[in-house]
């Protein structure tokens, strides 16, 4: 099984609606992270957290929130989805002791009409 | 603002060349620094990781940090055309645990 999850994989959805993205690791670390990656524009960090009671903005955060669950789940938040929030978006996740080196969930690609 | 810039490519090389893929950044506190591969459509893939001046090297890939000039580089050697892929420098700038830095990438072609 994959170490890193994510629900649904592709989803389209309509202008206004509200949206949620799932995470789930079993790599047991510590620190998870969401992405959006847009063509020419690389990947961008939306939100992260240290830990359950730890969340953080991220460069691109306007419009989207998260929730950490728990320990292994971190979800993301459209709560009304606009068409330029049509993109990839990536979970990962990096463990305390492991200079920061992250891996990946295999995306959700996101298409909002 | 902290940058990391890449060459987008495409770059090129024939099959059994070396590719050296080439990325700089902006914040001279950086602490560590990573090659992703990704594939299109695909997650980015961690393939190397590098901490100290010098070079490390891995099977057929060597990672090249020259932390004076702001600079880590990534040579494939013997390229396969399954090394086609986009590659992403990214940065730790801070303490550990903080969020990374990618650059855009840099598509890579290899032709057989």
């Known amino acids: 099984d994959a170490d890193v999850t994510q629900t649904p994989r592709n989803r389209i959805t309509k202008t206004g609606k509200r949206i949620m993205l799932e995470c789930s690791q079993t790599?047991?670390?510590?620190?998870m992270y969401w992405y959006r990656q847009d063509p020419g524009l690389g990947l961008r960090l939306i939100y992260y957290s240290f830990d359950v009671k730890d969340i953080n903005k991220g460069e691109i955060s306007d419009g989207y929130s998260v929730s950490r669950q728990a320990q292994a789940k971190f979800s993301l938040s459209l709560e009304s989805a606009i068409p330029n929030q049509t993109a990839l978006y990536f979970c990962?996740?990096?463990?305390?002791?492991?200079?920061?080196?992250?891996?990946f969930g295999p995306g959700t690609r996101l298409t909002v009409l | 603002q902290k940058e990391v810039e890449q060459n987008s490519g495409p770059l090129s090389v024939p099959e059994g060349a070396i590719a050296s893929l080439n990325c700089t950044y902006s914040?001279?506190?950086?602490?560590?620094f990573f090659w992703y591969r990704q594939y299109s459509g695909k997650s980015p893939e961690l393939i190397m990781s590098i901490y100290s001046n010098g070079d490390k090297e891995d099977g057929r890939f060597t990672a090249q940090l020259n932390k004076a000039s702001q600079y880590v580089s990534l040579l494939i050697r013997d390229s396969q055309p399954s090394d086609s892929a986009t590659y992403l420098c990214a940065v730790n700038t801070g303490q550990a645990g903080t969020a990374l830095i990618f650059g855009k990438g840099t598509t890579l072609s290899v032709s057989s």
């Open positions: 990962a996740t990096a463990g305390e002791m492991t200079y920061n080196e992250q891996f």
């Open positions: 790599k047991g670390h510590d620190r």
């Open positions: 914040d001279r506190v950086s602490q560590s």
